[in-house]
């Protein structure tokens, strides 16, 4: 079990990128602490920061600068791949793709093997690496790759192919929610309804939320969702429902975000007064 989040953001947007990044990680840290990370587009190449330990302590190093649009953050409870390989840690790359995942895939041997290609870095052995490499291999047929995948997936990706652009798909077994903003100039998702609940109360924003469906596939970009397809996931995977790995890493995390907000708040009450 994992946490995956992001948003997609118009130029129009007022929402802080940084301190977006700060409350979807705050919002998913429950659900891993073994590490974390975010990938997002920047002057032309996506960047990648990831390390080990929960989103506690990932929110005092992270740095998002304000002309990002496009985002994923991750929190991992491994099951597969030693976290203390940072190549296992998520966001993976494999090829021209990068992305993150929830979930759990089971053929992720035999998908490479019948894709003929190697572990894009030595010694890398988690499952979800299976999911880019396919994406990778499949280009812009990306739902032939994801139907190569046994097991449980919502996960999203960054495809150098394609700039400018996030993919969401969610298959079965693991969650995905979508939101918008009222002035549909901001997309943004996470794996449960209950994050994006806090996305809400911590950006003080209106949003209207609705679960992806199984089986779907959404490009997004500038805060539009772009175009929507589908796929056949493998329907055999065990639902899980909601399970929280990591408690105490959300309340350090809202905790941290609390006290910056009251800090802001008094910093701006002072200068007013000024």
């Avoid at 989040?5 to 977006?20: C, K, N, T, V």
């Avoid at 919002?27 to 920047?42: I, L, P, Q």
């Avoid at 079965?172 to 943004?188: E, K, M």
């Amino acid at each position: 079990m994992c946490g995956i989040a992001g948003f997609s953001l118009s130029e129009q947007s007022r929402i802080d990128p940084w301190q977006a990044t700060r409350v979807l990680l705050s919002s998913v840290a429950e659900r891993g602490a073994d590490a974390a990370g975010a990938a997002y587009e920047h002057d032309g190449a996506l960047v990648v920061d990831k390390q080990p330990g929960g989103a506690s302590t990932f929110l005092d190093v992270v740095r998002v600068p304000s002309s990002v649009r496009e985002l994923l953050v991750h929190v991992r409870d491994f099951t597969k791949g030693r976290p203390s390989l940072m190549a296992n840690n998520h966001p993976i790359r494999h090829g021209q793709v990068v992305g993150v995942h929830n979930g759990k895939i089971s053929n992720d041997d035999l998908v490479f093997a019948d894709l003929g290609r190697e572990r894009f870095e030595a010694g890398m052995t988690v499952d979800s690496e299976a999911i880019f490499a396919a994406l990778d291999d499949s280009g812009t047929d990306r739902a032939a790759g994801l139907e190569r995948l046994v097991g449980s997936l919502a996960t999203g990706w960054f495809d150098e192919r394609s700039p400018g652009r996030v993919f969401l798909a969610r298959g079965h077994g693991r969650p995905l929610w979508l939101a918008r903003t009222p002035q549909r100039d901001a997309i943004l998702w996470a794996s449960t309804l209950e994050a994006l609940e806090v996305v809400e109360d911590f950006l003080e924003l209106e949003l209207h939320k609705r679960p992806v469906r199984p089986g779907t596939i959404l490009e997004v970009s500038g805060g539009q969702v772009r175009s929507t397809s589908r796929f056949r996931p493998d329907r055999r995977a065990q639902w899980l429902v909601n399970p929280v790995a990591s408690p105490d890493e959300k309340r350090i995390a809202l905790a941290q975000l609390s006290a910056a907000r009251e800090e802001q708040r008094s910093a701006d009450s002072n200068s007013n007064v000024a």
